[in-house]
């Protein structure tokens, strides 16, 4: 009857919540985490390890990589979404695909409680939270340091009582890394006016120089990266080691918050930012004006929802299916160079493109109507504004 799920991902808060839970609480703990793309064996086995020490009664480290990719990221790419124009909504698109692994889980085993280490100030504990009521409002949900008020120095005290003597050193900067990228945070995105020094980013610059490379698309997907062929998955990947060695995409996004408050986090997110902006450039060239208009603020919407913690509001999935639909011709390849610090894009071969027209070319010479036929179009277009000067001259 206690048996409880909780969200673990090793670091300080949910650790606190592994010890406390068990030990003082006497629920009987199934520590579970997530991988969208962030963690390595060995970070996997390092976290396992730590689990067990606090008490857990069994641990779990569920594969959500392909999930990440074909529920959300997929999506993000197809919408060019960017927060604020910034910010590829790395963690945040990541927080949903991970609370439903859990209630899933926790569904699975007959925990009547699920538990996560999110404070009262973020936006990680409304993702949470309403994921699992929407999806198990039978099941209750625990959050000890929301709850309690706790501060880190409070966590650490009561876990070296319990004969916990790991290293909880706060290092200077807070790292969470994912497929779709990474977020940094220090005590410069807690101001207004300073920058991340250029240590706190993941990524060092390695390589001089210029470099280019040619990404093909098929039907919206990085299906190959100069014309070798692989998942969509893994091109990011592969994209984002080419990349990361130029120091390529790092900027800081300046959001507002679902609680209502500003926040600031710094990034990198190489790959993610060069497929956006490539795929951006193709649907440039091959779709209509109205698909591209209308593709904007349905995309701008979809951004916004998944950040607030909507995604399963059933308006997503319409989205998703224009999204998806508008795609059939985003066929083609982008050559991009990439320089230290930044990335240019040079151009696109595609057999959709609308460039590639008969008609005429612009600036240049038309065939396919007269002098006399432009006259009359644009005489004919005027007449709104024409009326509207007329009716209200006097005025």
């Not at 008490?55 to 927060?83: D, H, M, P």
């Not at 209502?260 to 193709?282: Q, S, T």
């Not at 998703?320 to 320089?339: H, K, M, P, R």
């Not at 959709?352 to 644009?378: C, P, Q, R």
Request: overall charge negative; some cysteine.
């Amino acid at each position: 009857m206690n048996k409880l799920v909780l969200a673990y991902s090793g670091g300080l808060d949910t650790s606190y919540c592994a010890k406390y839970l068990s030990a003082e609480k006497g629920y009987e703990v199934h520590a579970v985490s997530v991988n969208t793309g962030g963690f390595t064996d060995e970070e996997v086995n390092d976290i396992e390890e730590k689990a067990y020490a606090l008490g857990v009664k069994s641990y779990k480290n569920i594969n959500a990589i392909s999930t990440f990719y074909e529920k959300v990221v997929k999506y993000l790419i197809f919408g060019n979404v960017l927060k604020n124009n910034t910010y590829p909504l790395s963690v945040s698109s990541e927080r949903i695909i991970q609370a439903i692994e859990i209630v899933t889980y926790a569904k699975k085993i007959g925990a009547k409680f699920i538990a996560h280490g999110s404070t009262g100030a973020g936006n990680d504990q409304i993702r949470f939270d309403m994921i699992f009521q929407i999806l198990a409002p039978e099941i209750e949900i625990i959050t000890p340091i929301r709850d309690l008020k706790l501060s880190r120095m409070d966590e650490i005290e009561f876990l070296k009582g319990h004969g916990v003597e790991m290293s909880w050193a706060k290092a200077q900067y807070s790292i969470n890394k994912g497929l779709w990228g990474t977020s940094v945070g220090g005590k410069e995105t807690l101001t207004s006016n300073e920058p991340l020094p250029e240590s706190a980013y993941p990524s060092q610059l390695e390589k001089e120089g210029s470099e280019k490379v040619k990404l093909s698309f098929n039907k919206g997907e990085l299906v190959a990266i100069d014309y070798v062929k692989n998942s969509p998955i893994e091109n990011i990947r592969i994209l984002n080691e080419l990349a990361s060695k130029y120091a390529i995409g790092r900027d800081t996004h300046v959001g507002d918050t679902i609680i209502g408050i500003k926040g600031r986090v710094g990034f990198e997110a190489a790959a993610p930012l060069i497929i956006i902006k490539a795929h951006h450039l193709l649907e440039k060239h091959v779709l209509t004006k109205w698909q591209q208009h209308h593709k904007e603020y349905l995309s701008n919407w979809y951004g916004t929802m998944l950040h607030e913690g909507q995604f399963l509001d059933a308006v997503m999935r319409n989205i998703e299916a224009f999204l998806e639909d508008s795609q059939a011709n985003v066929n083609g390849d982008v050559i991009v160079t990439l320089n230290p610090y930044r990335f240019s894009l040079d151009g696109v071969q595609s057999r959709h493109d609308l460039m590639n027209s008969k008609v005429a070319a612009y600036g240049e010479m038309n065939e396919g109507w007269t002098a006399d036929d432009a006259k009359g179009f644009i005489k004919i277009l005027s007449n709104q504004n024409k009326i509207f000067n007329q009716v209200n001259n006097n005025e």
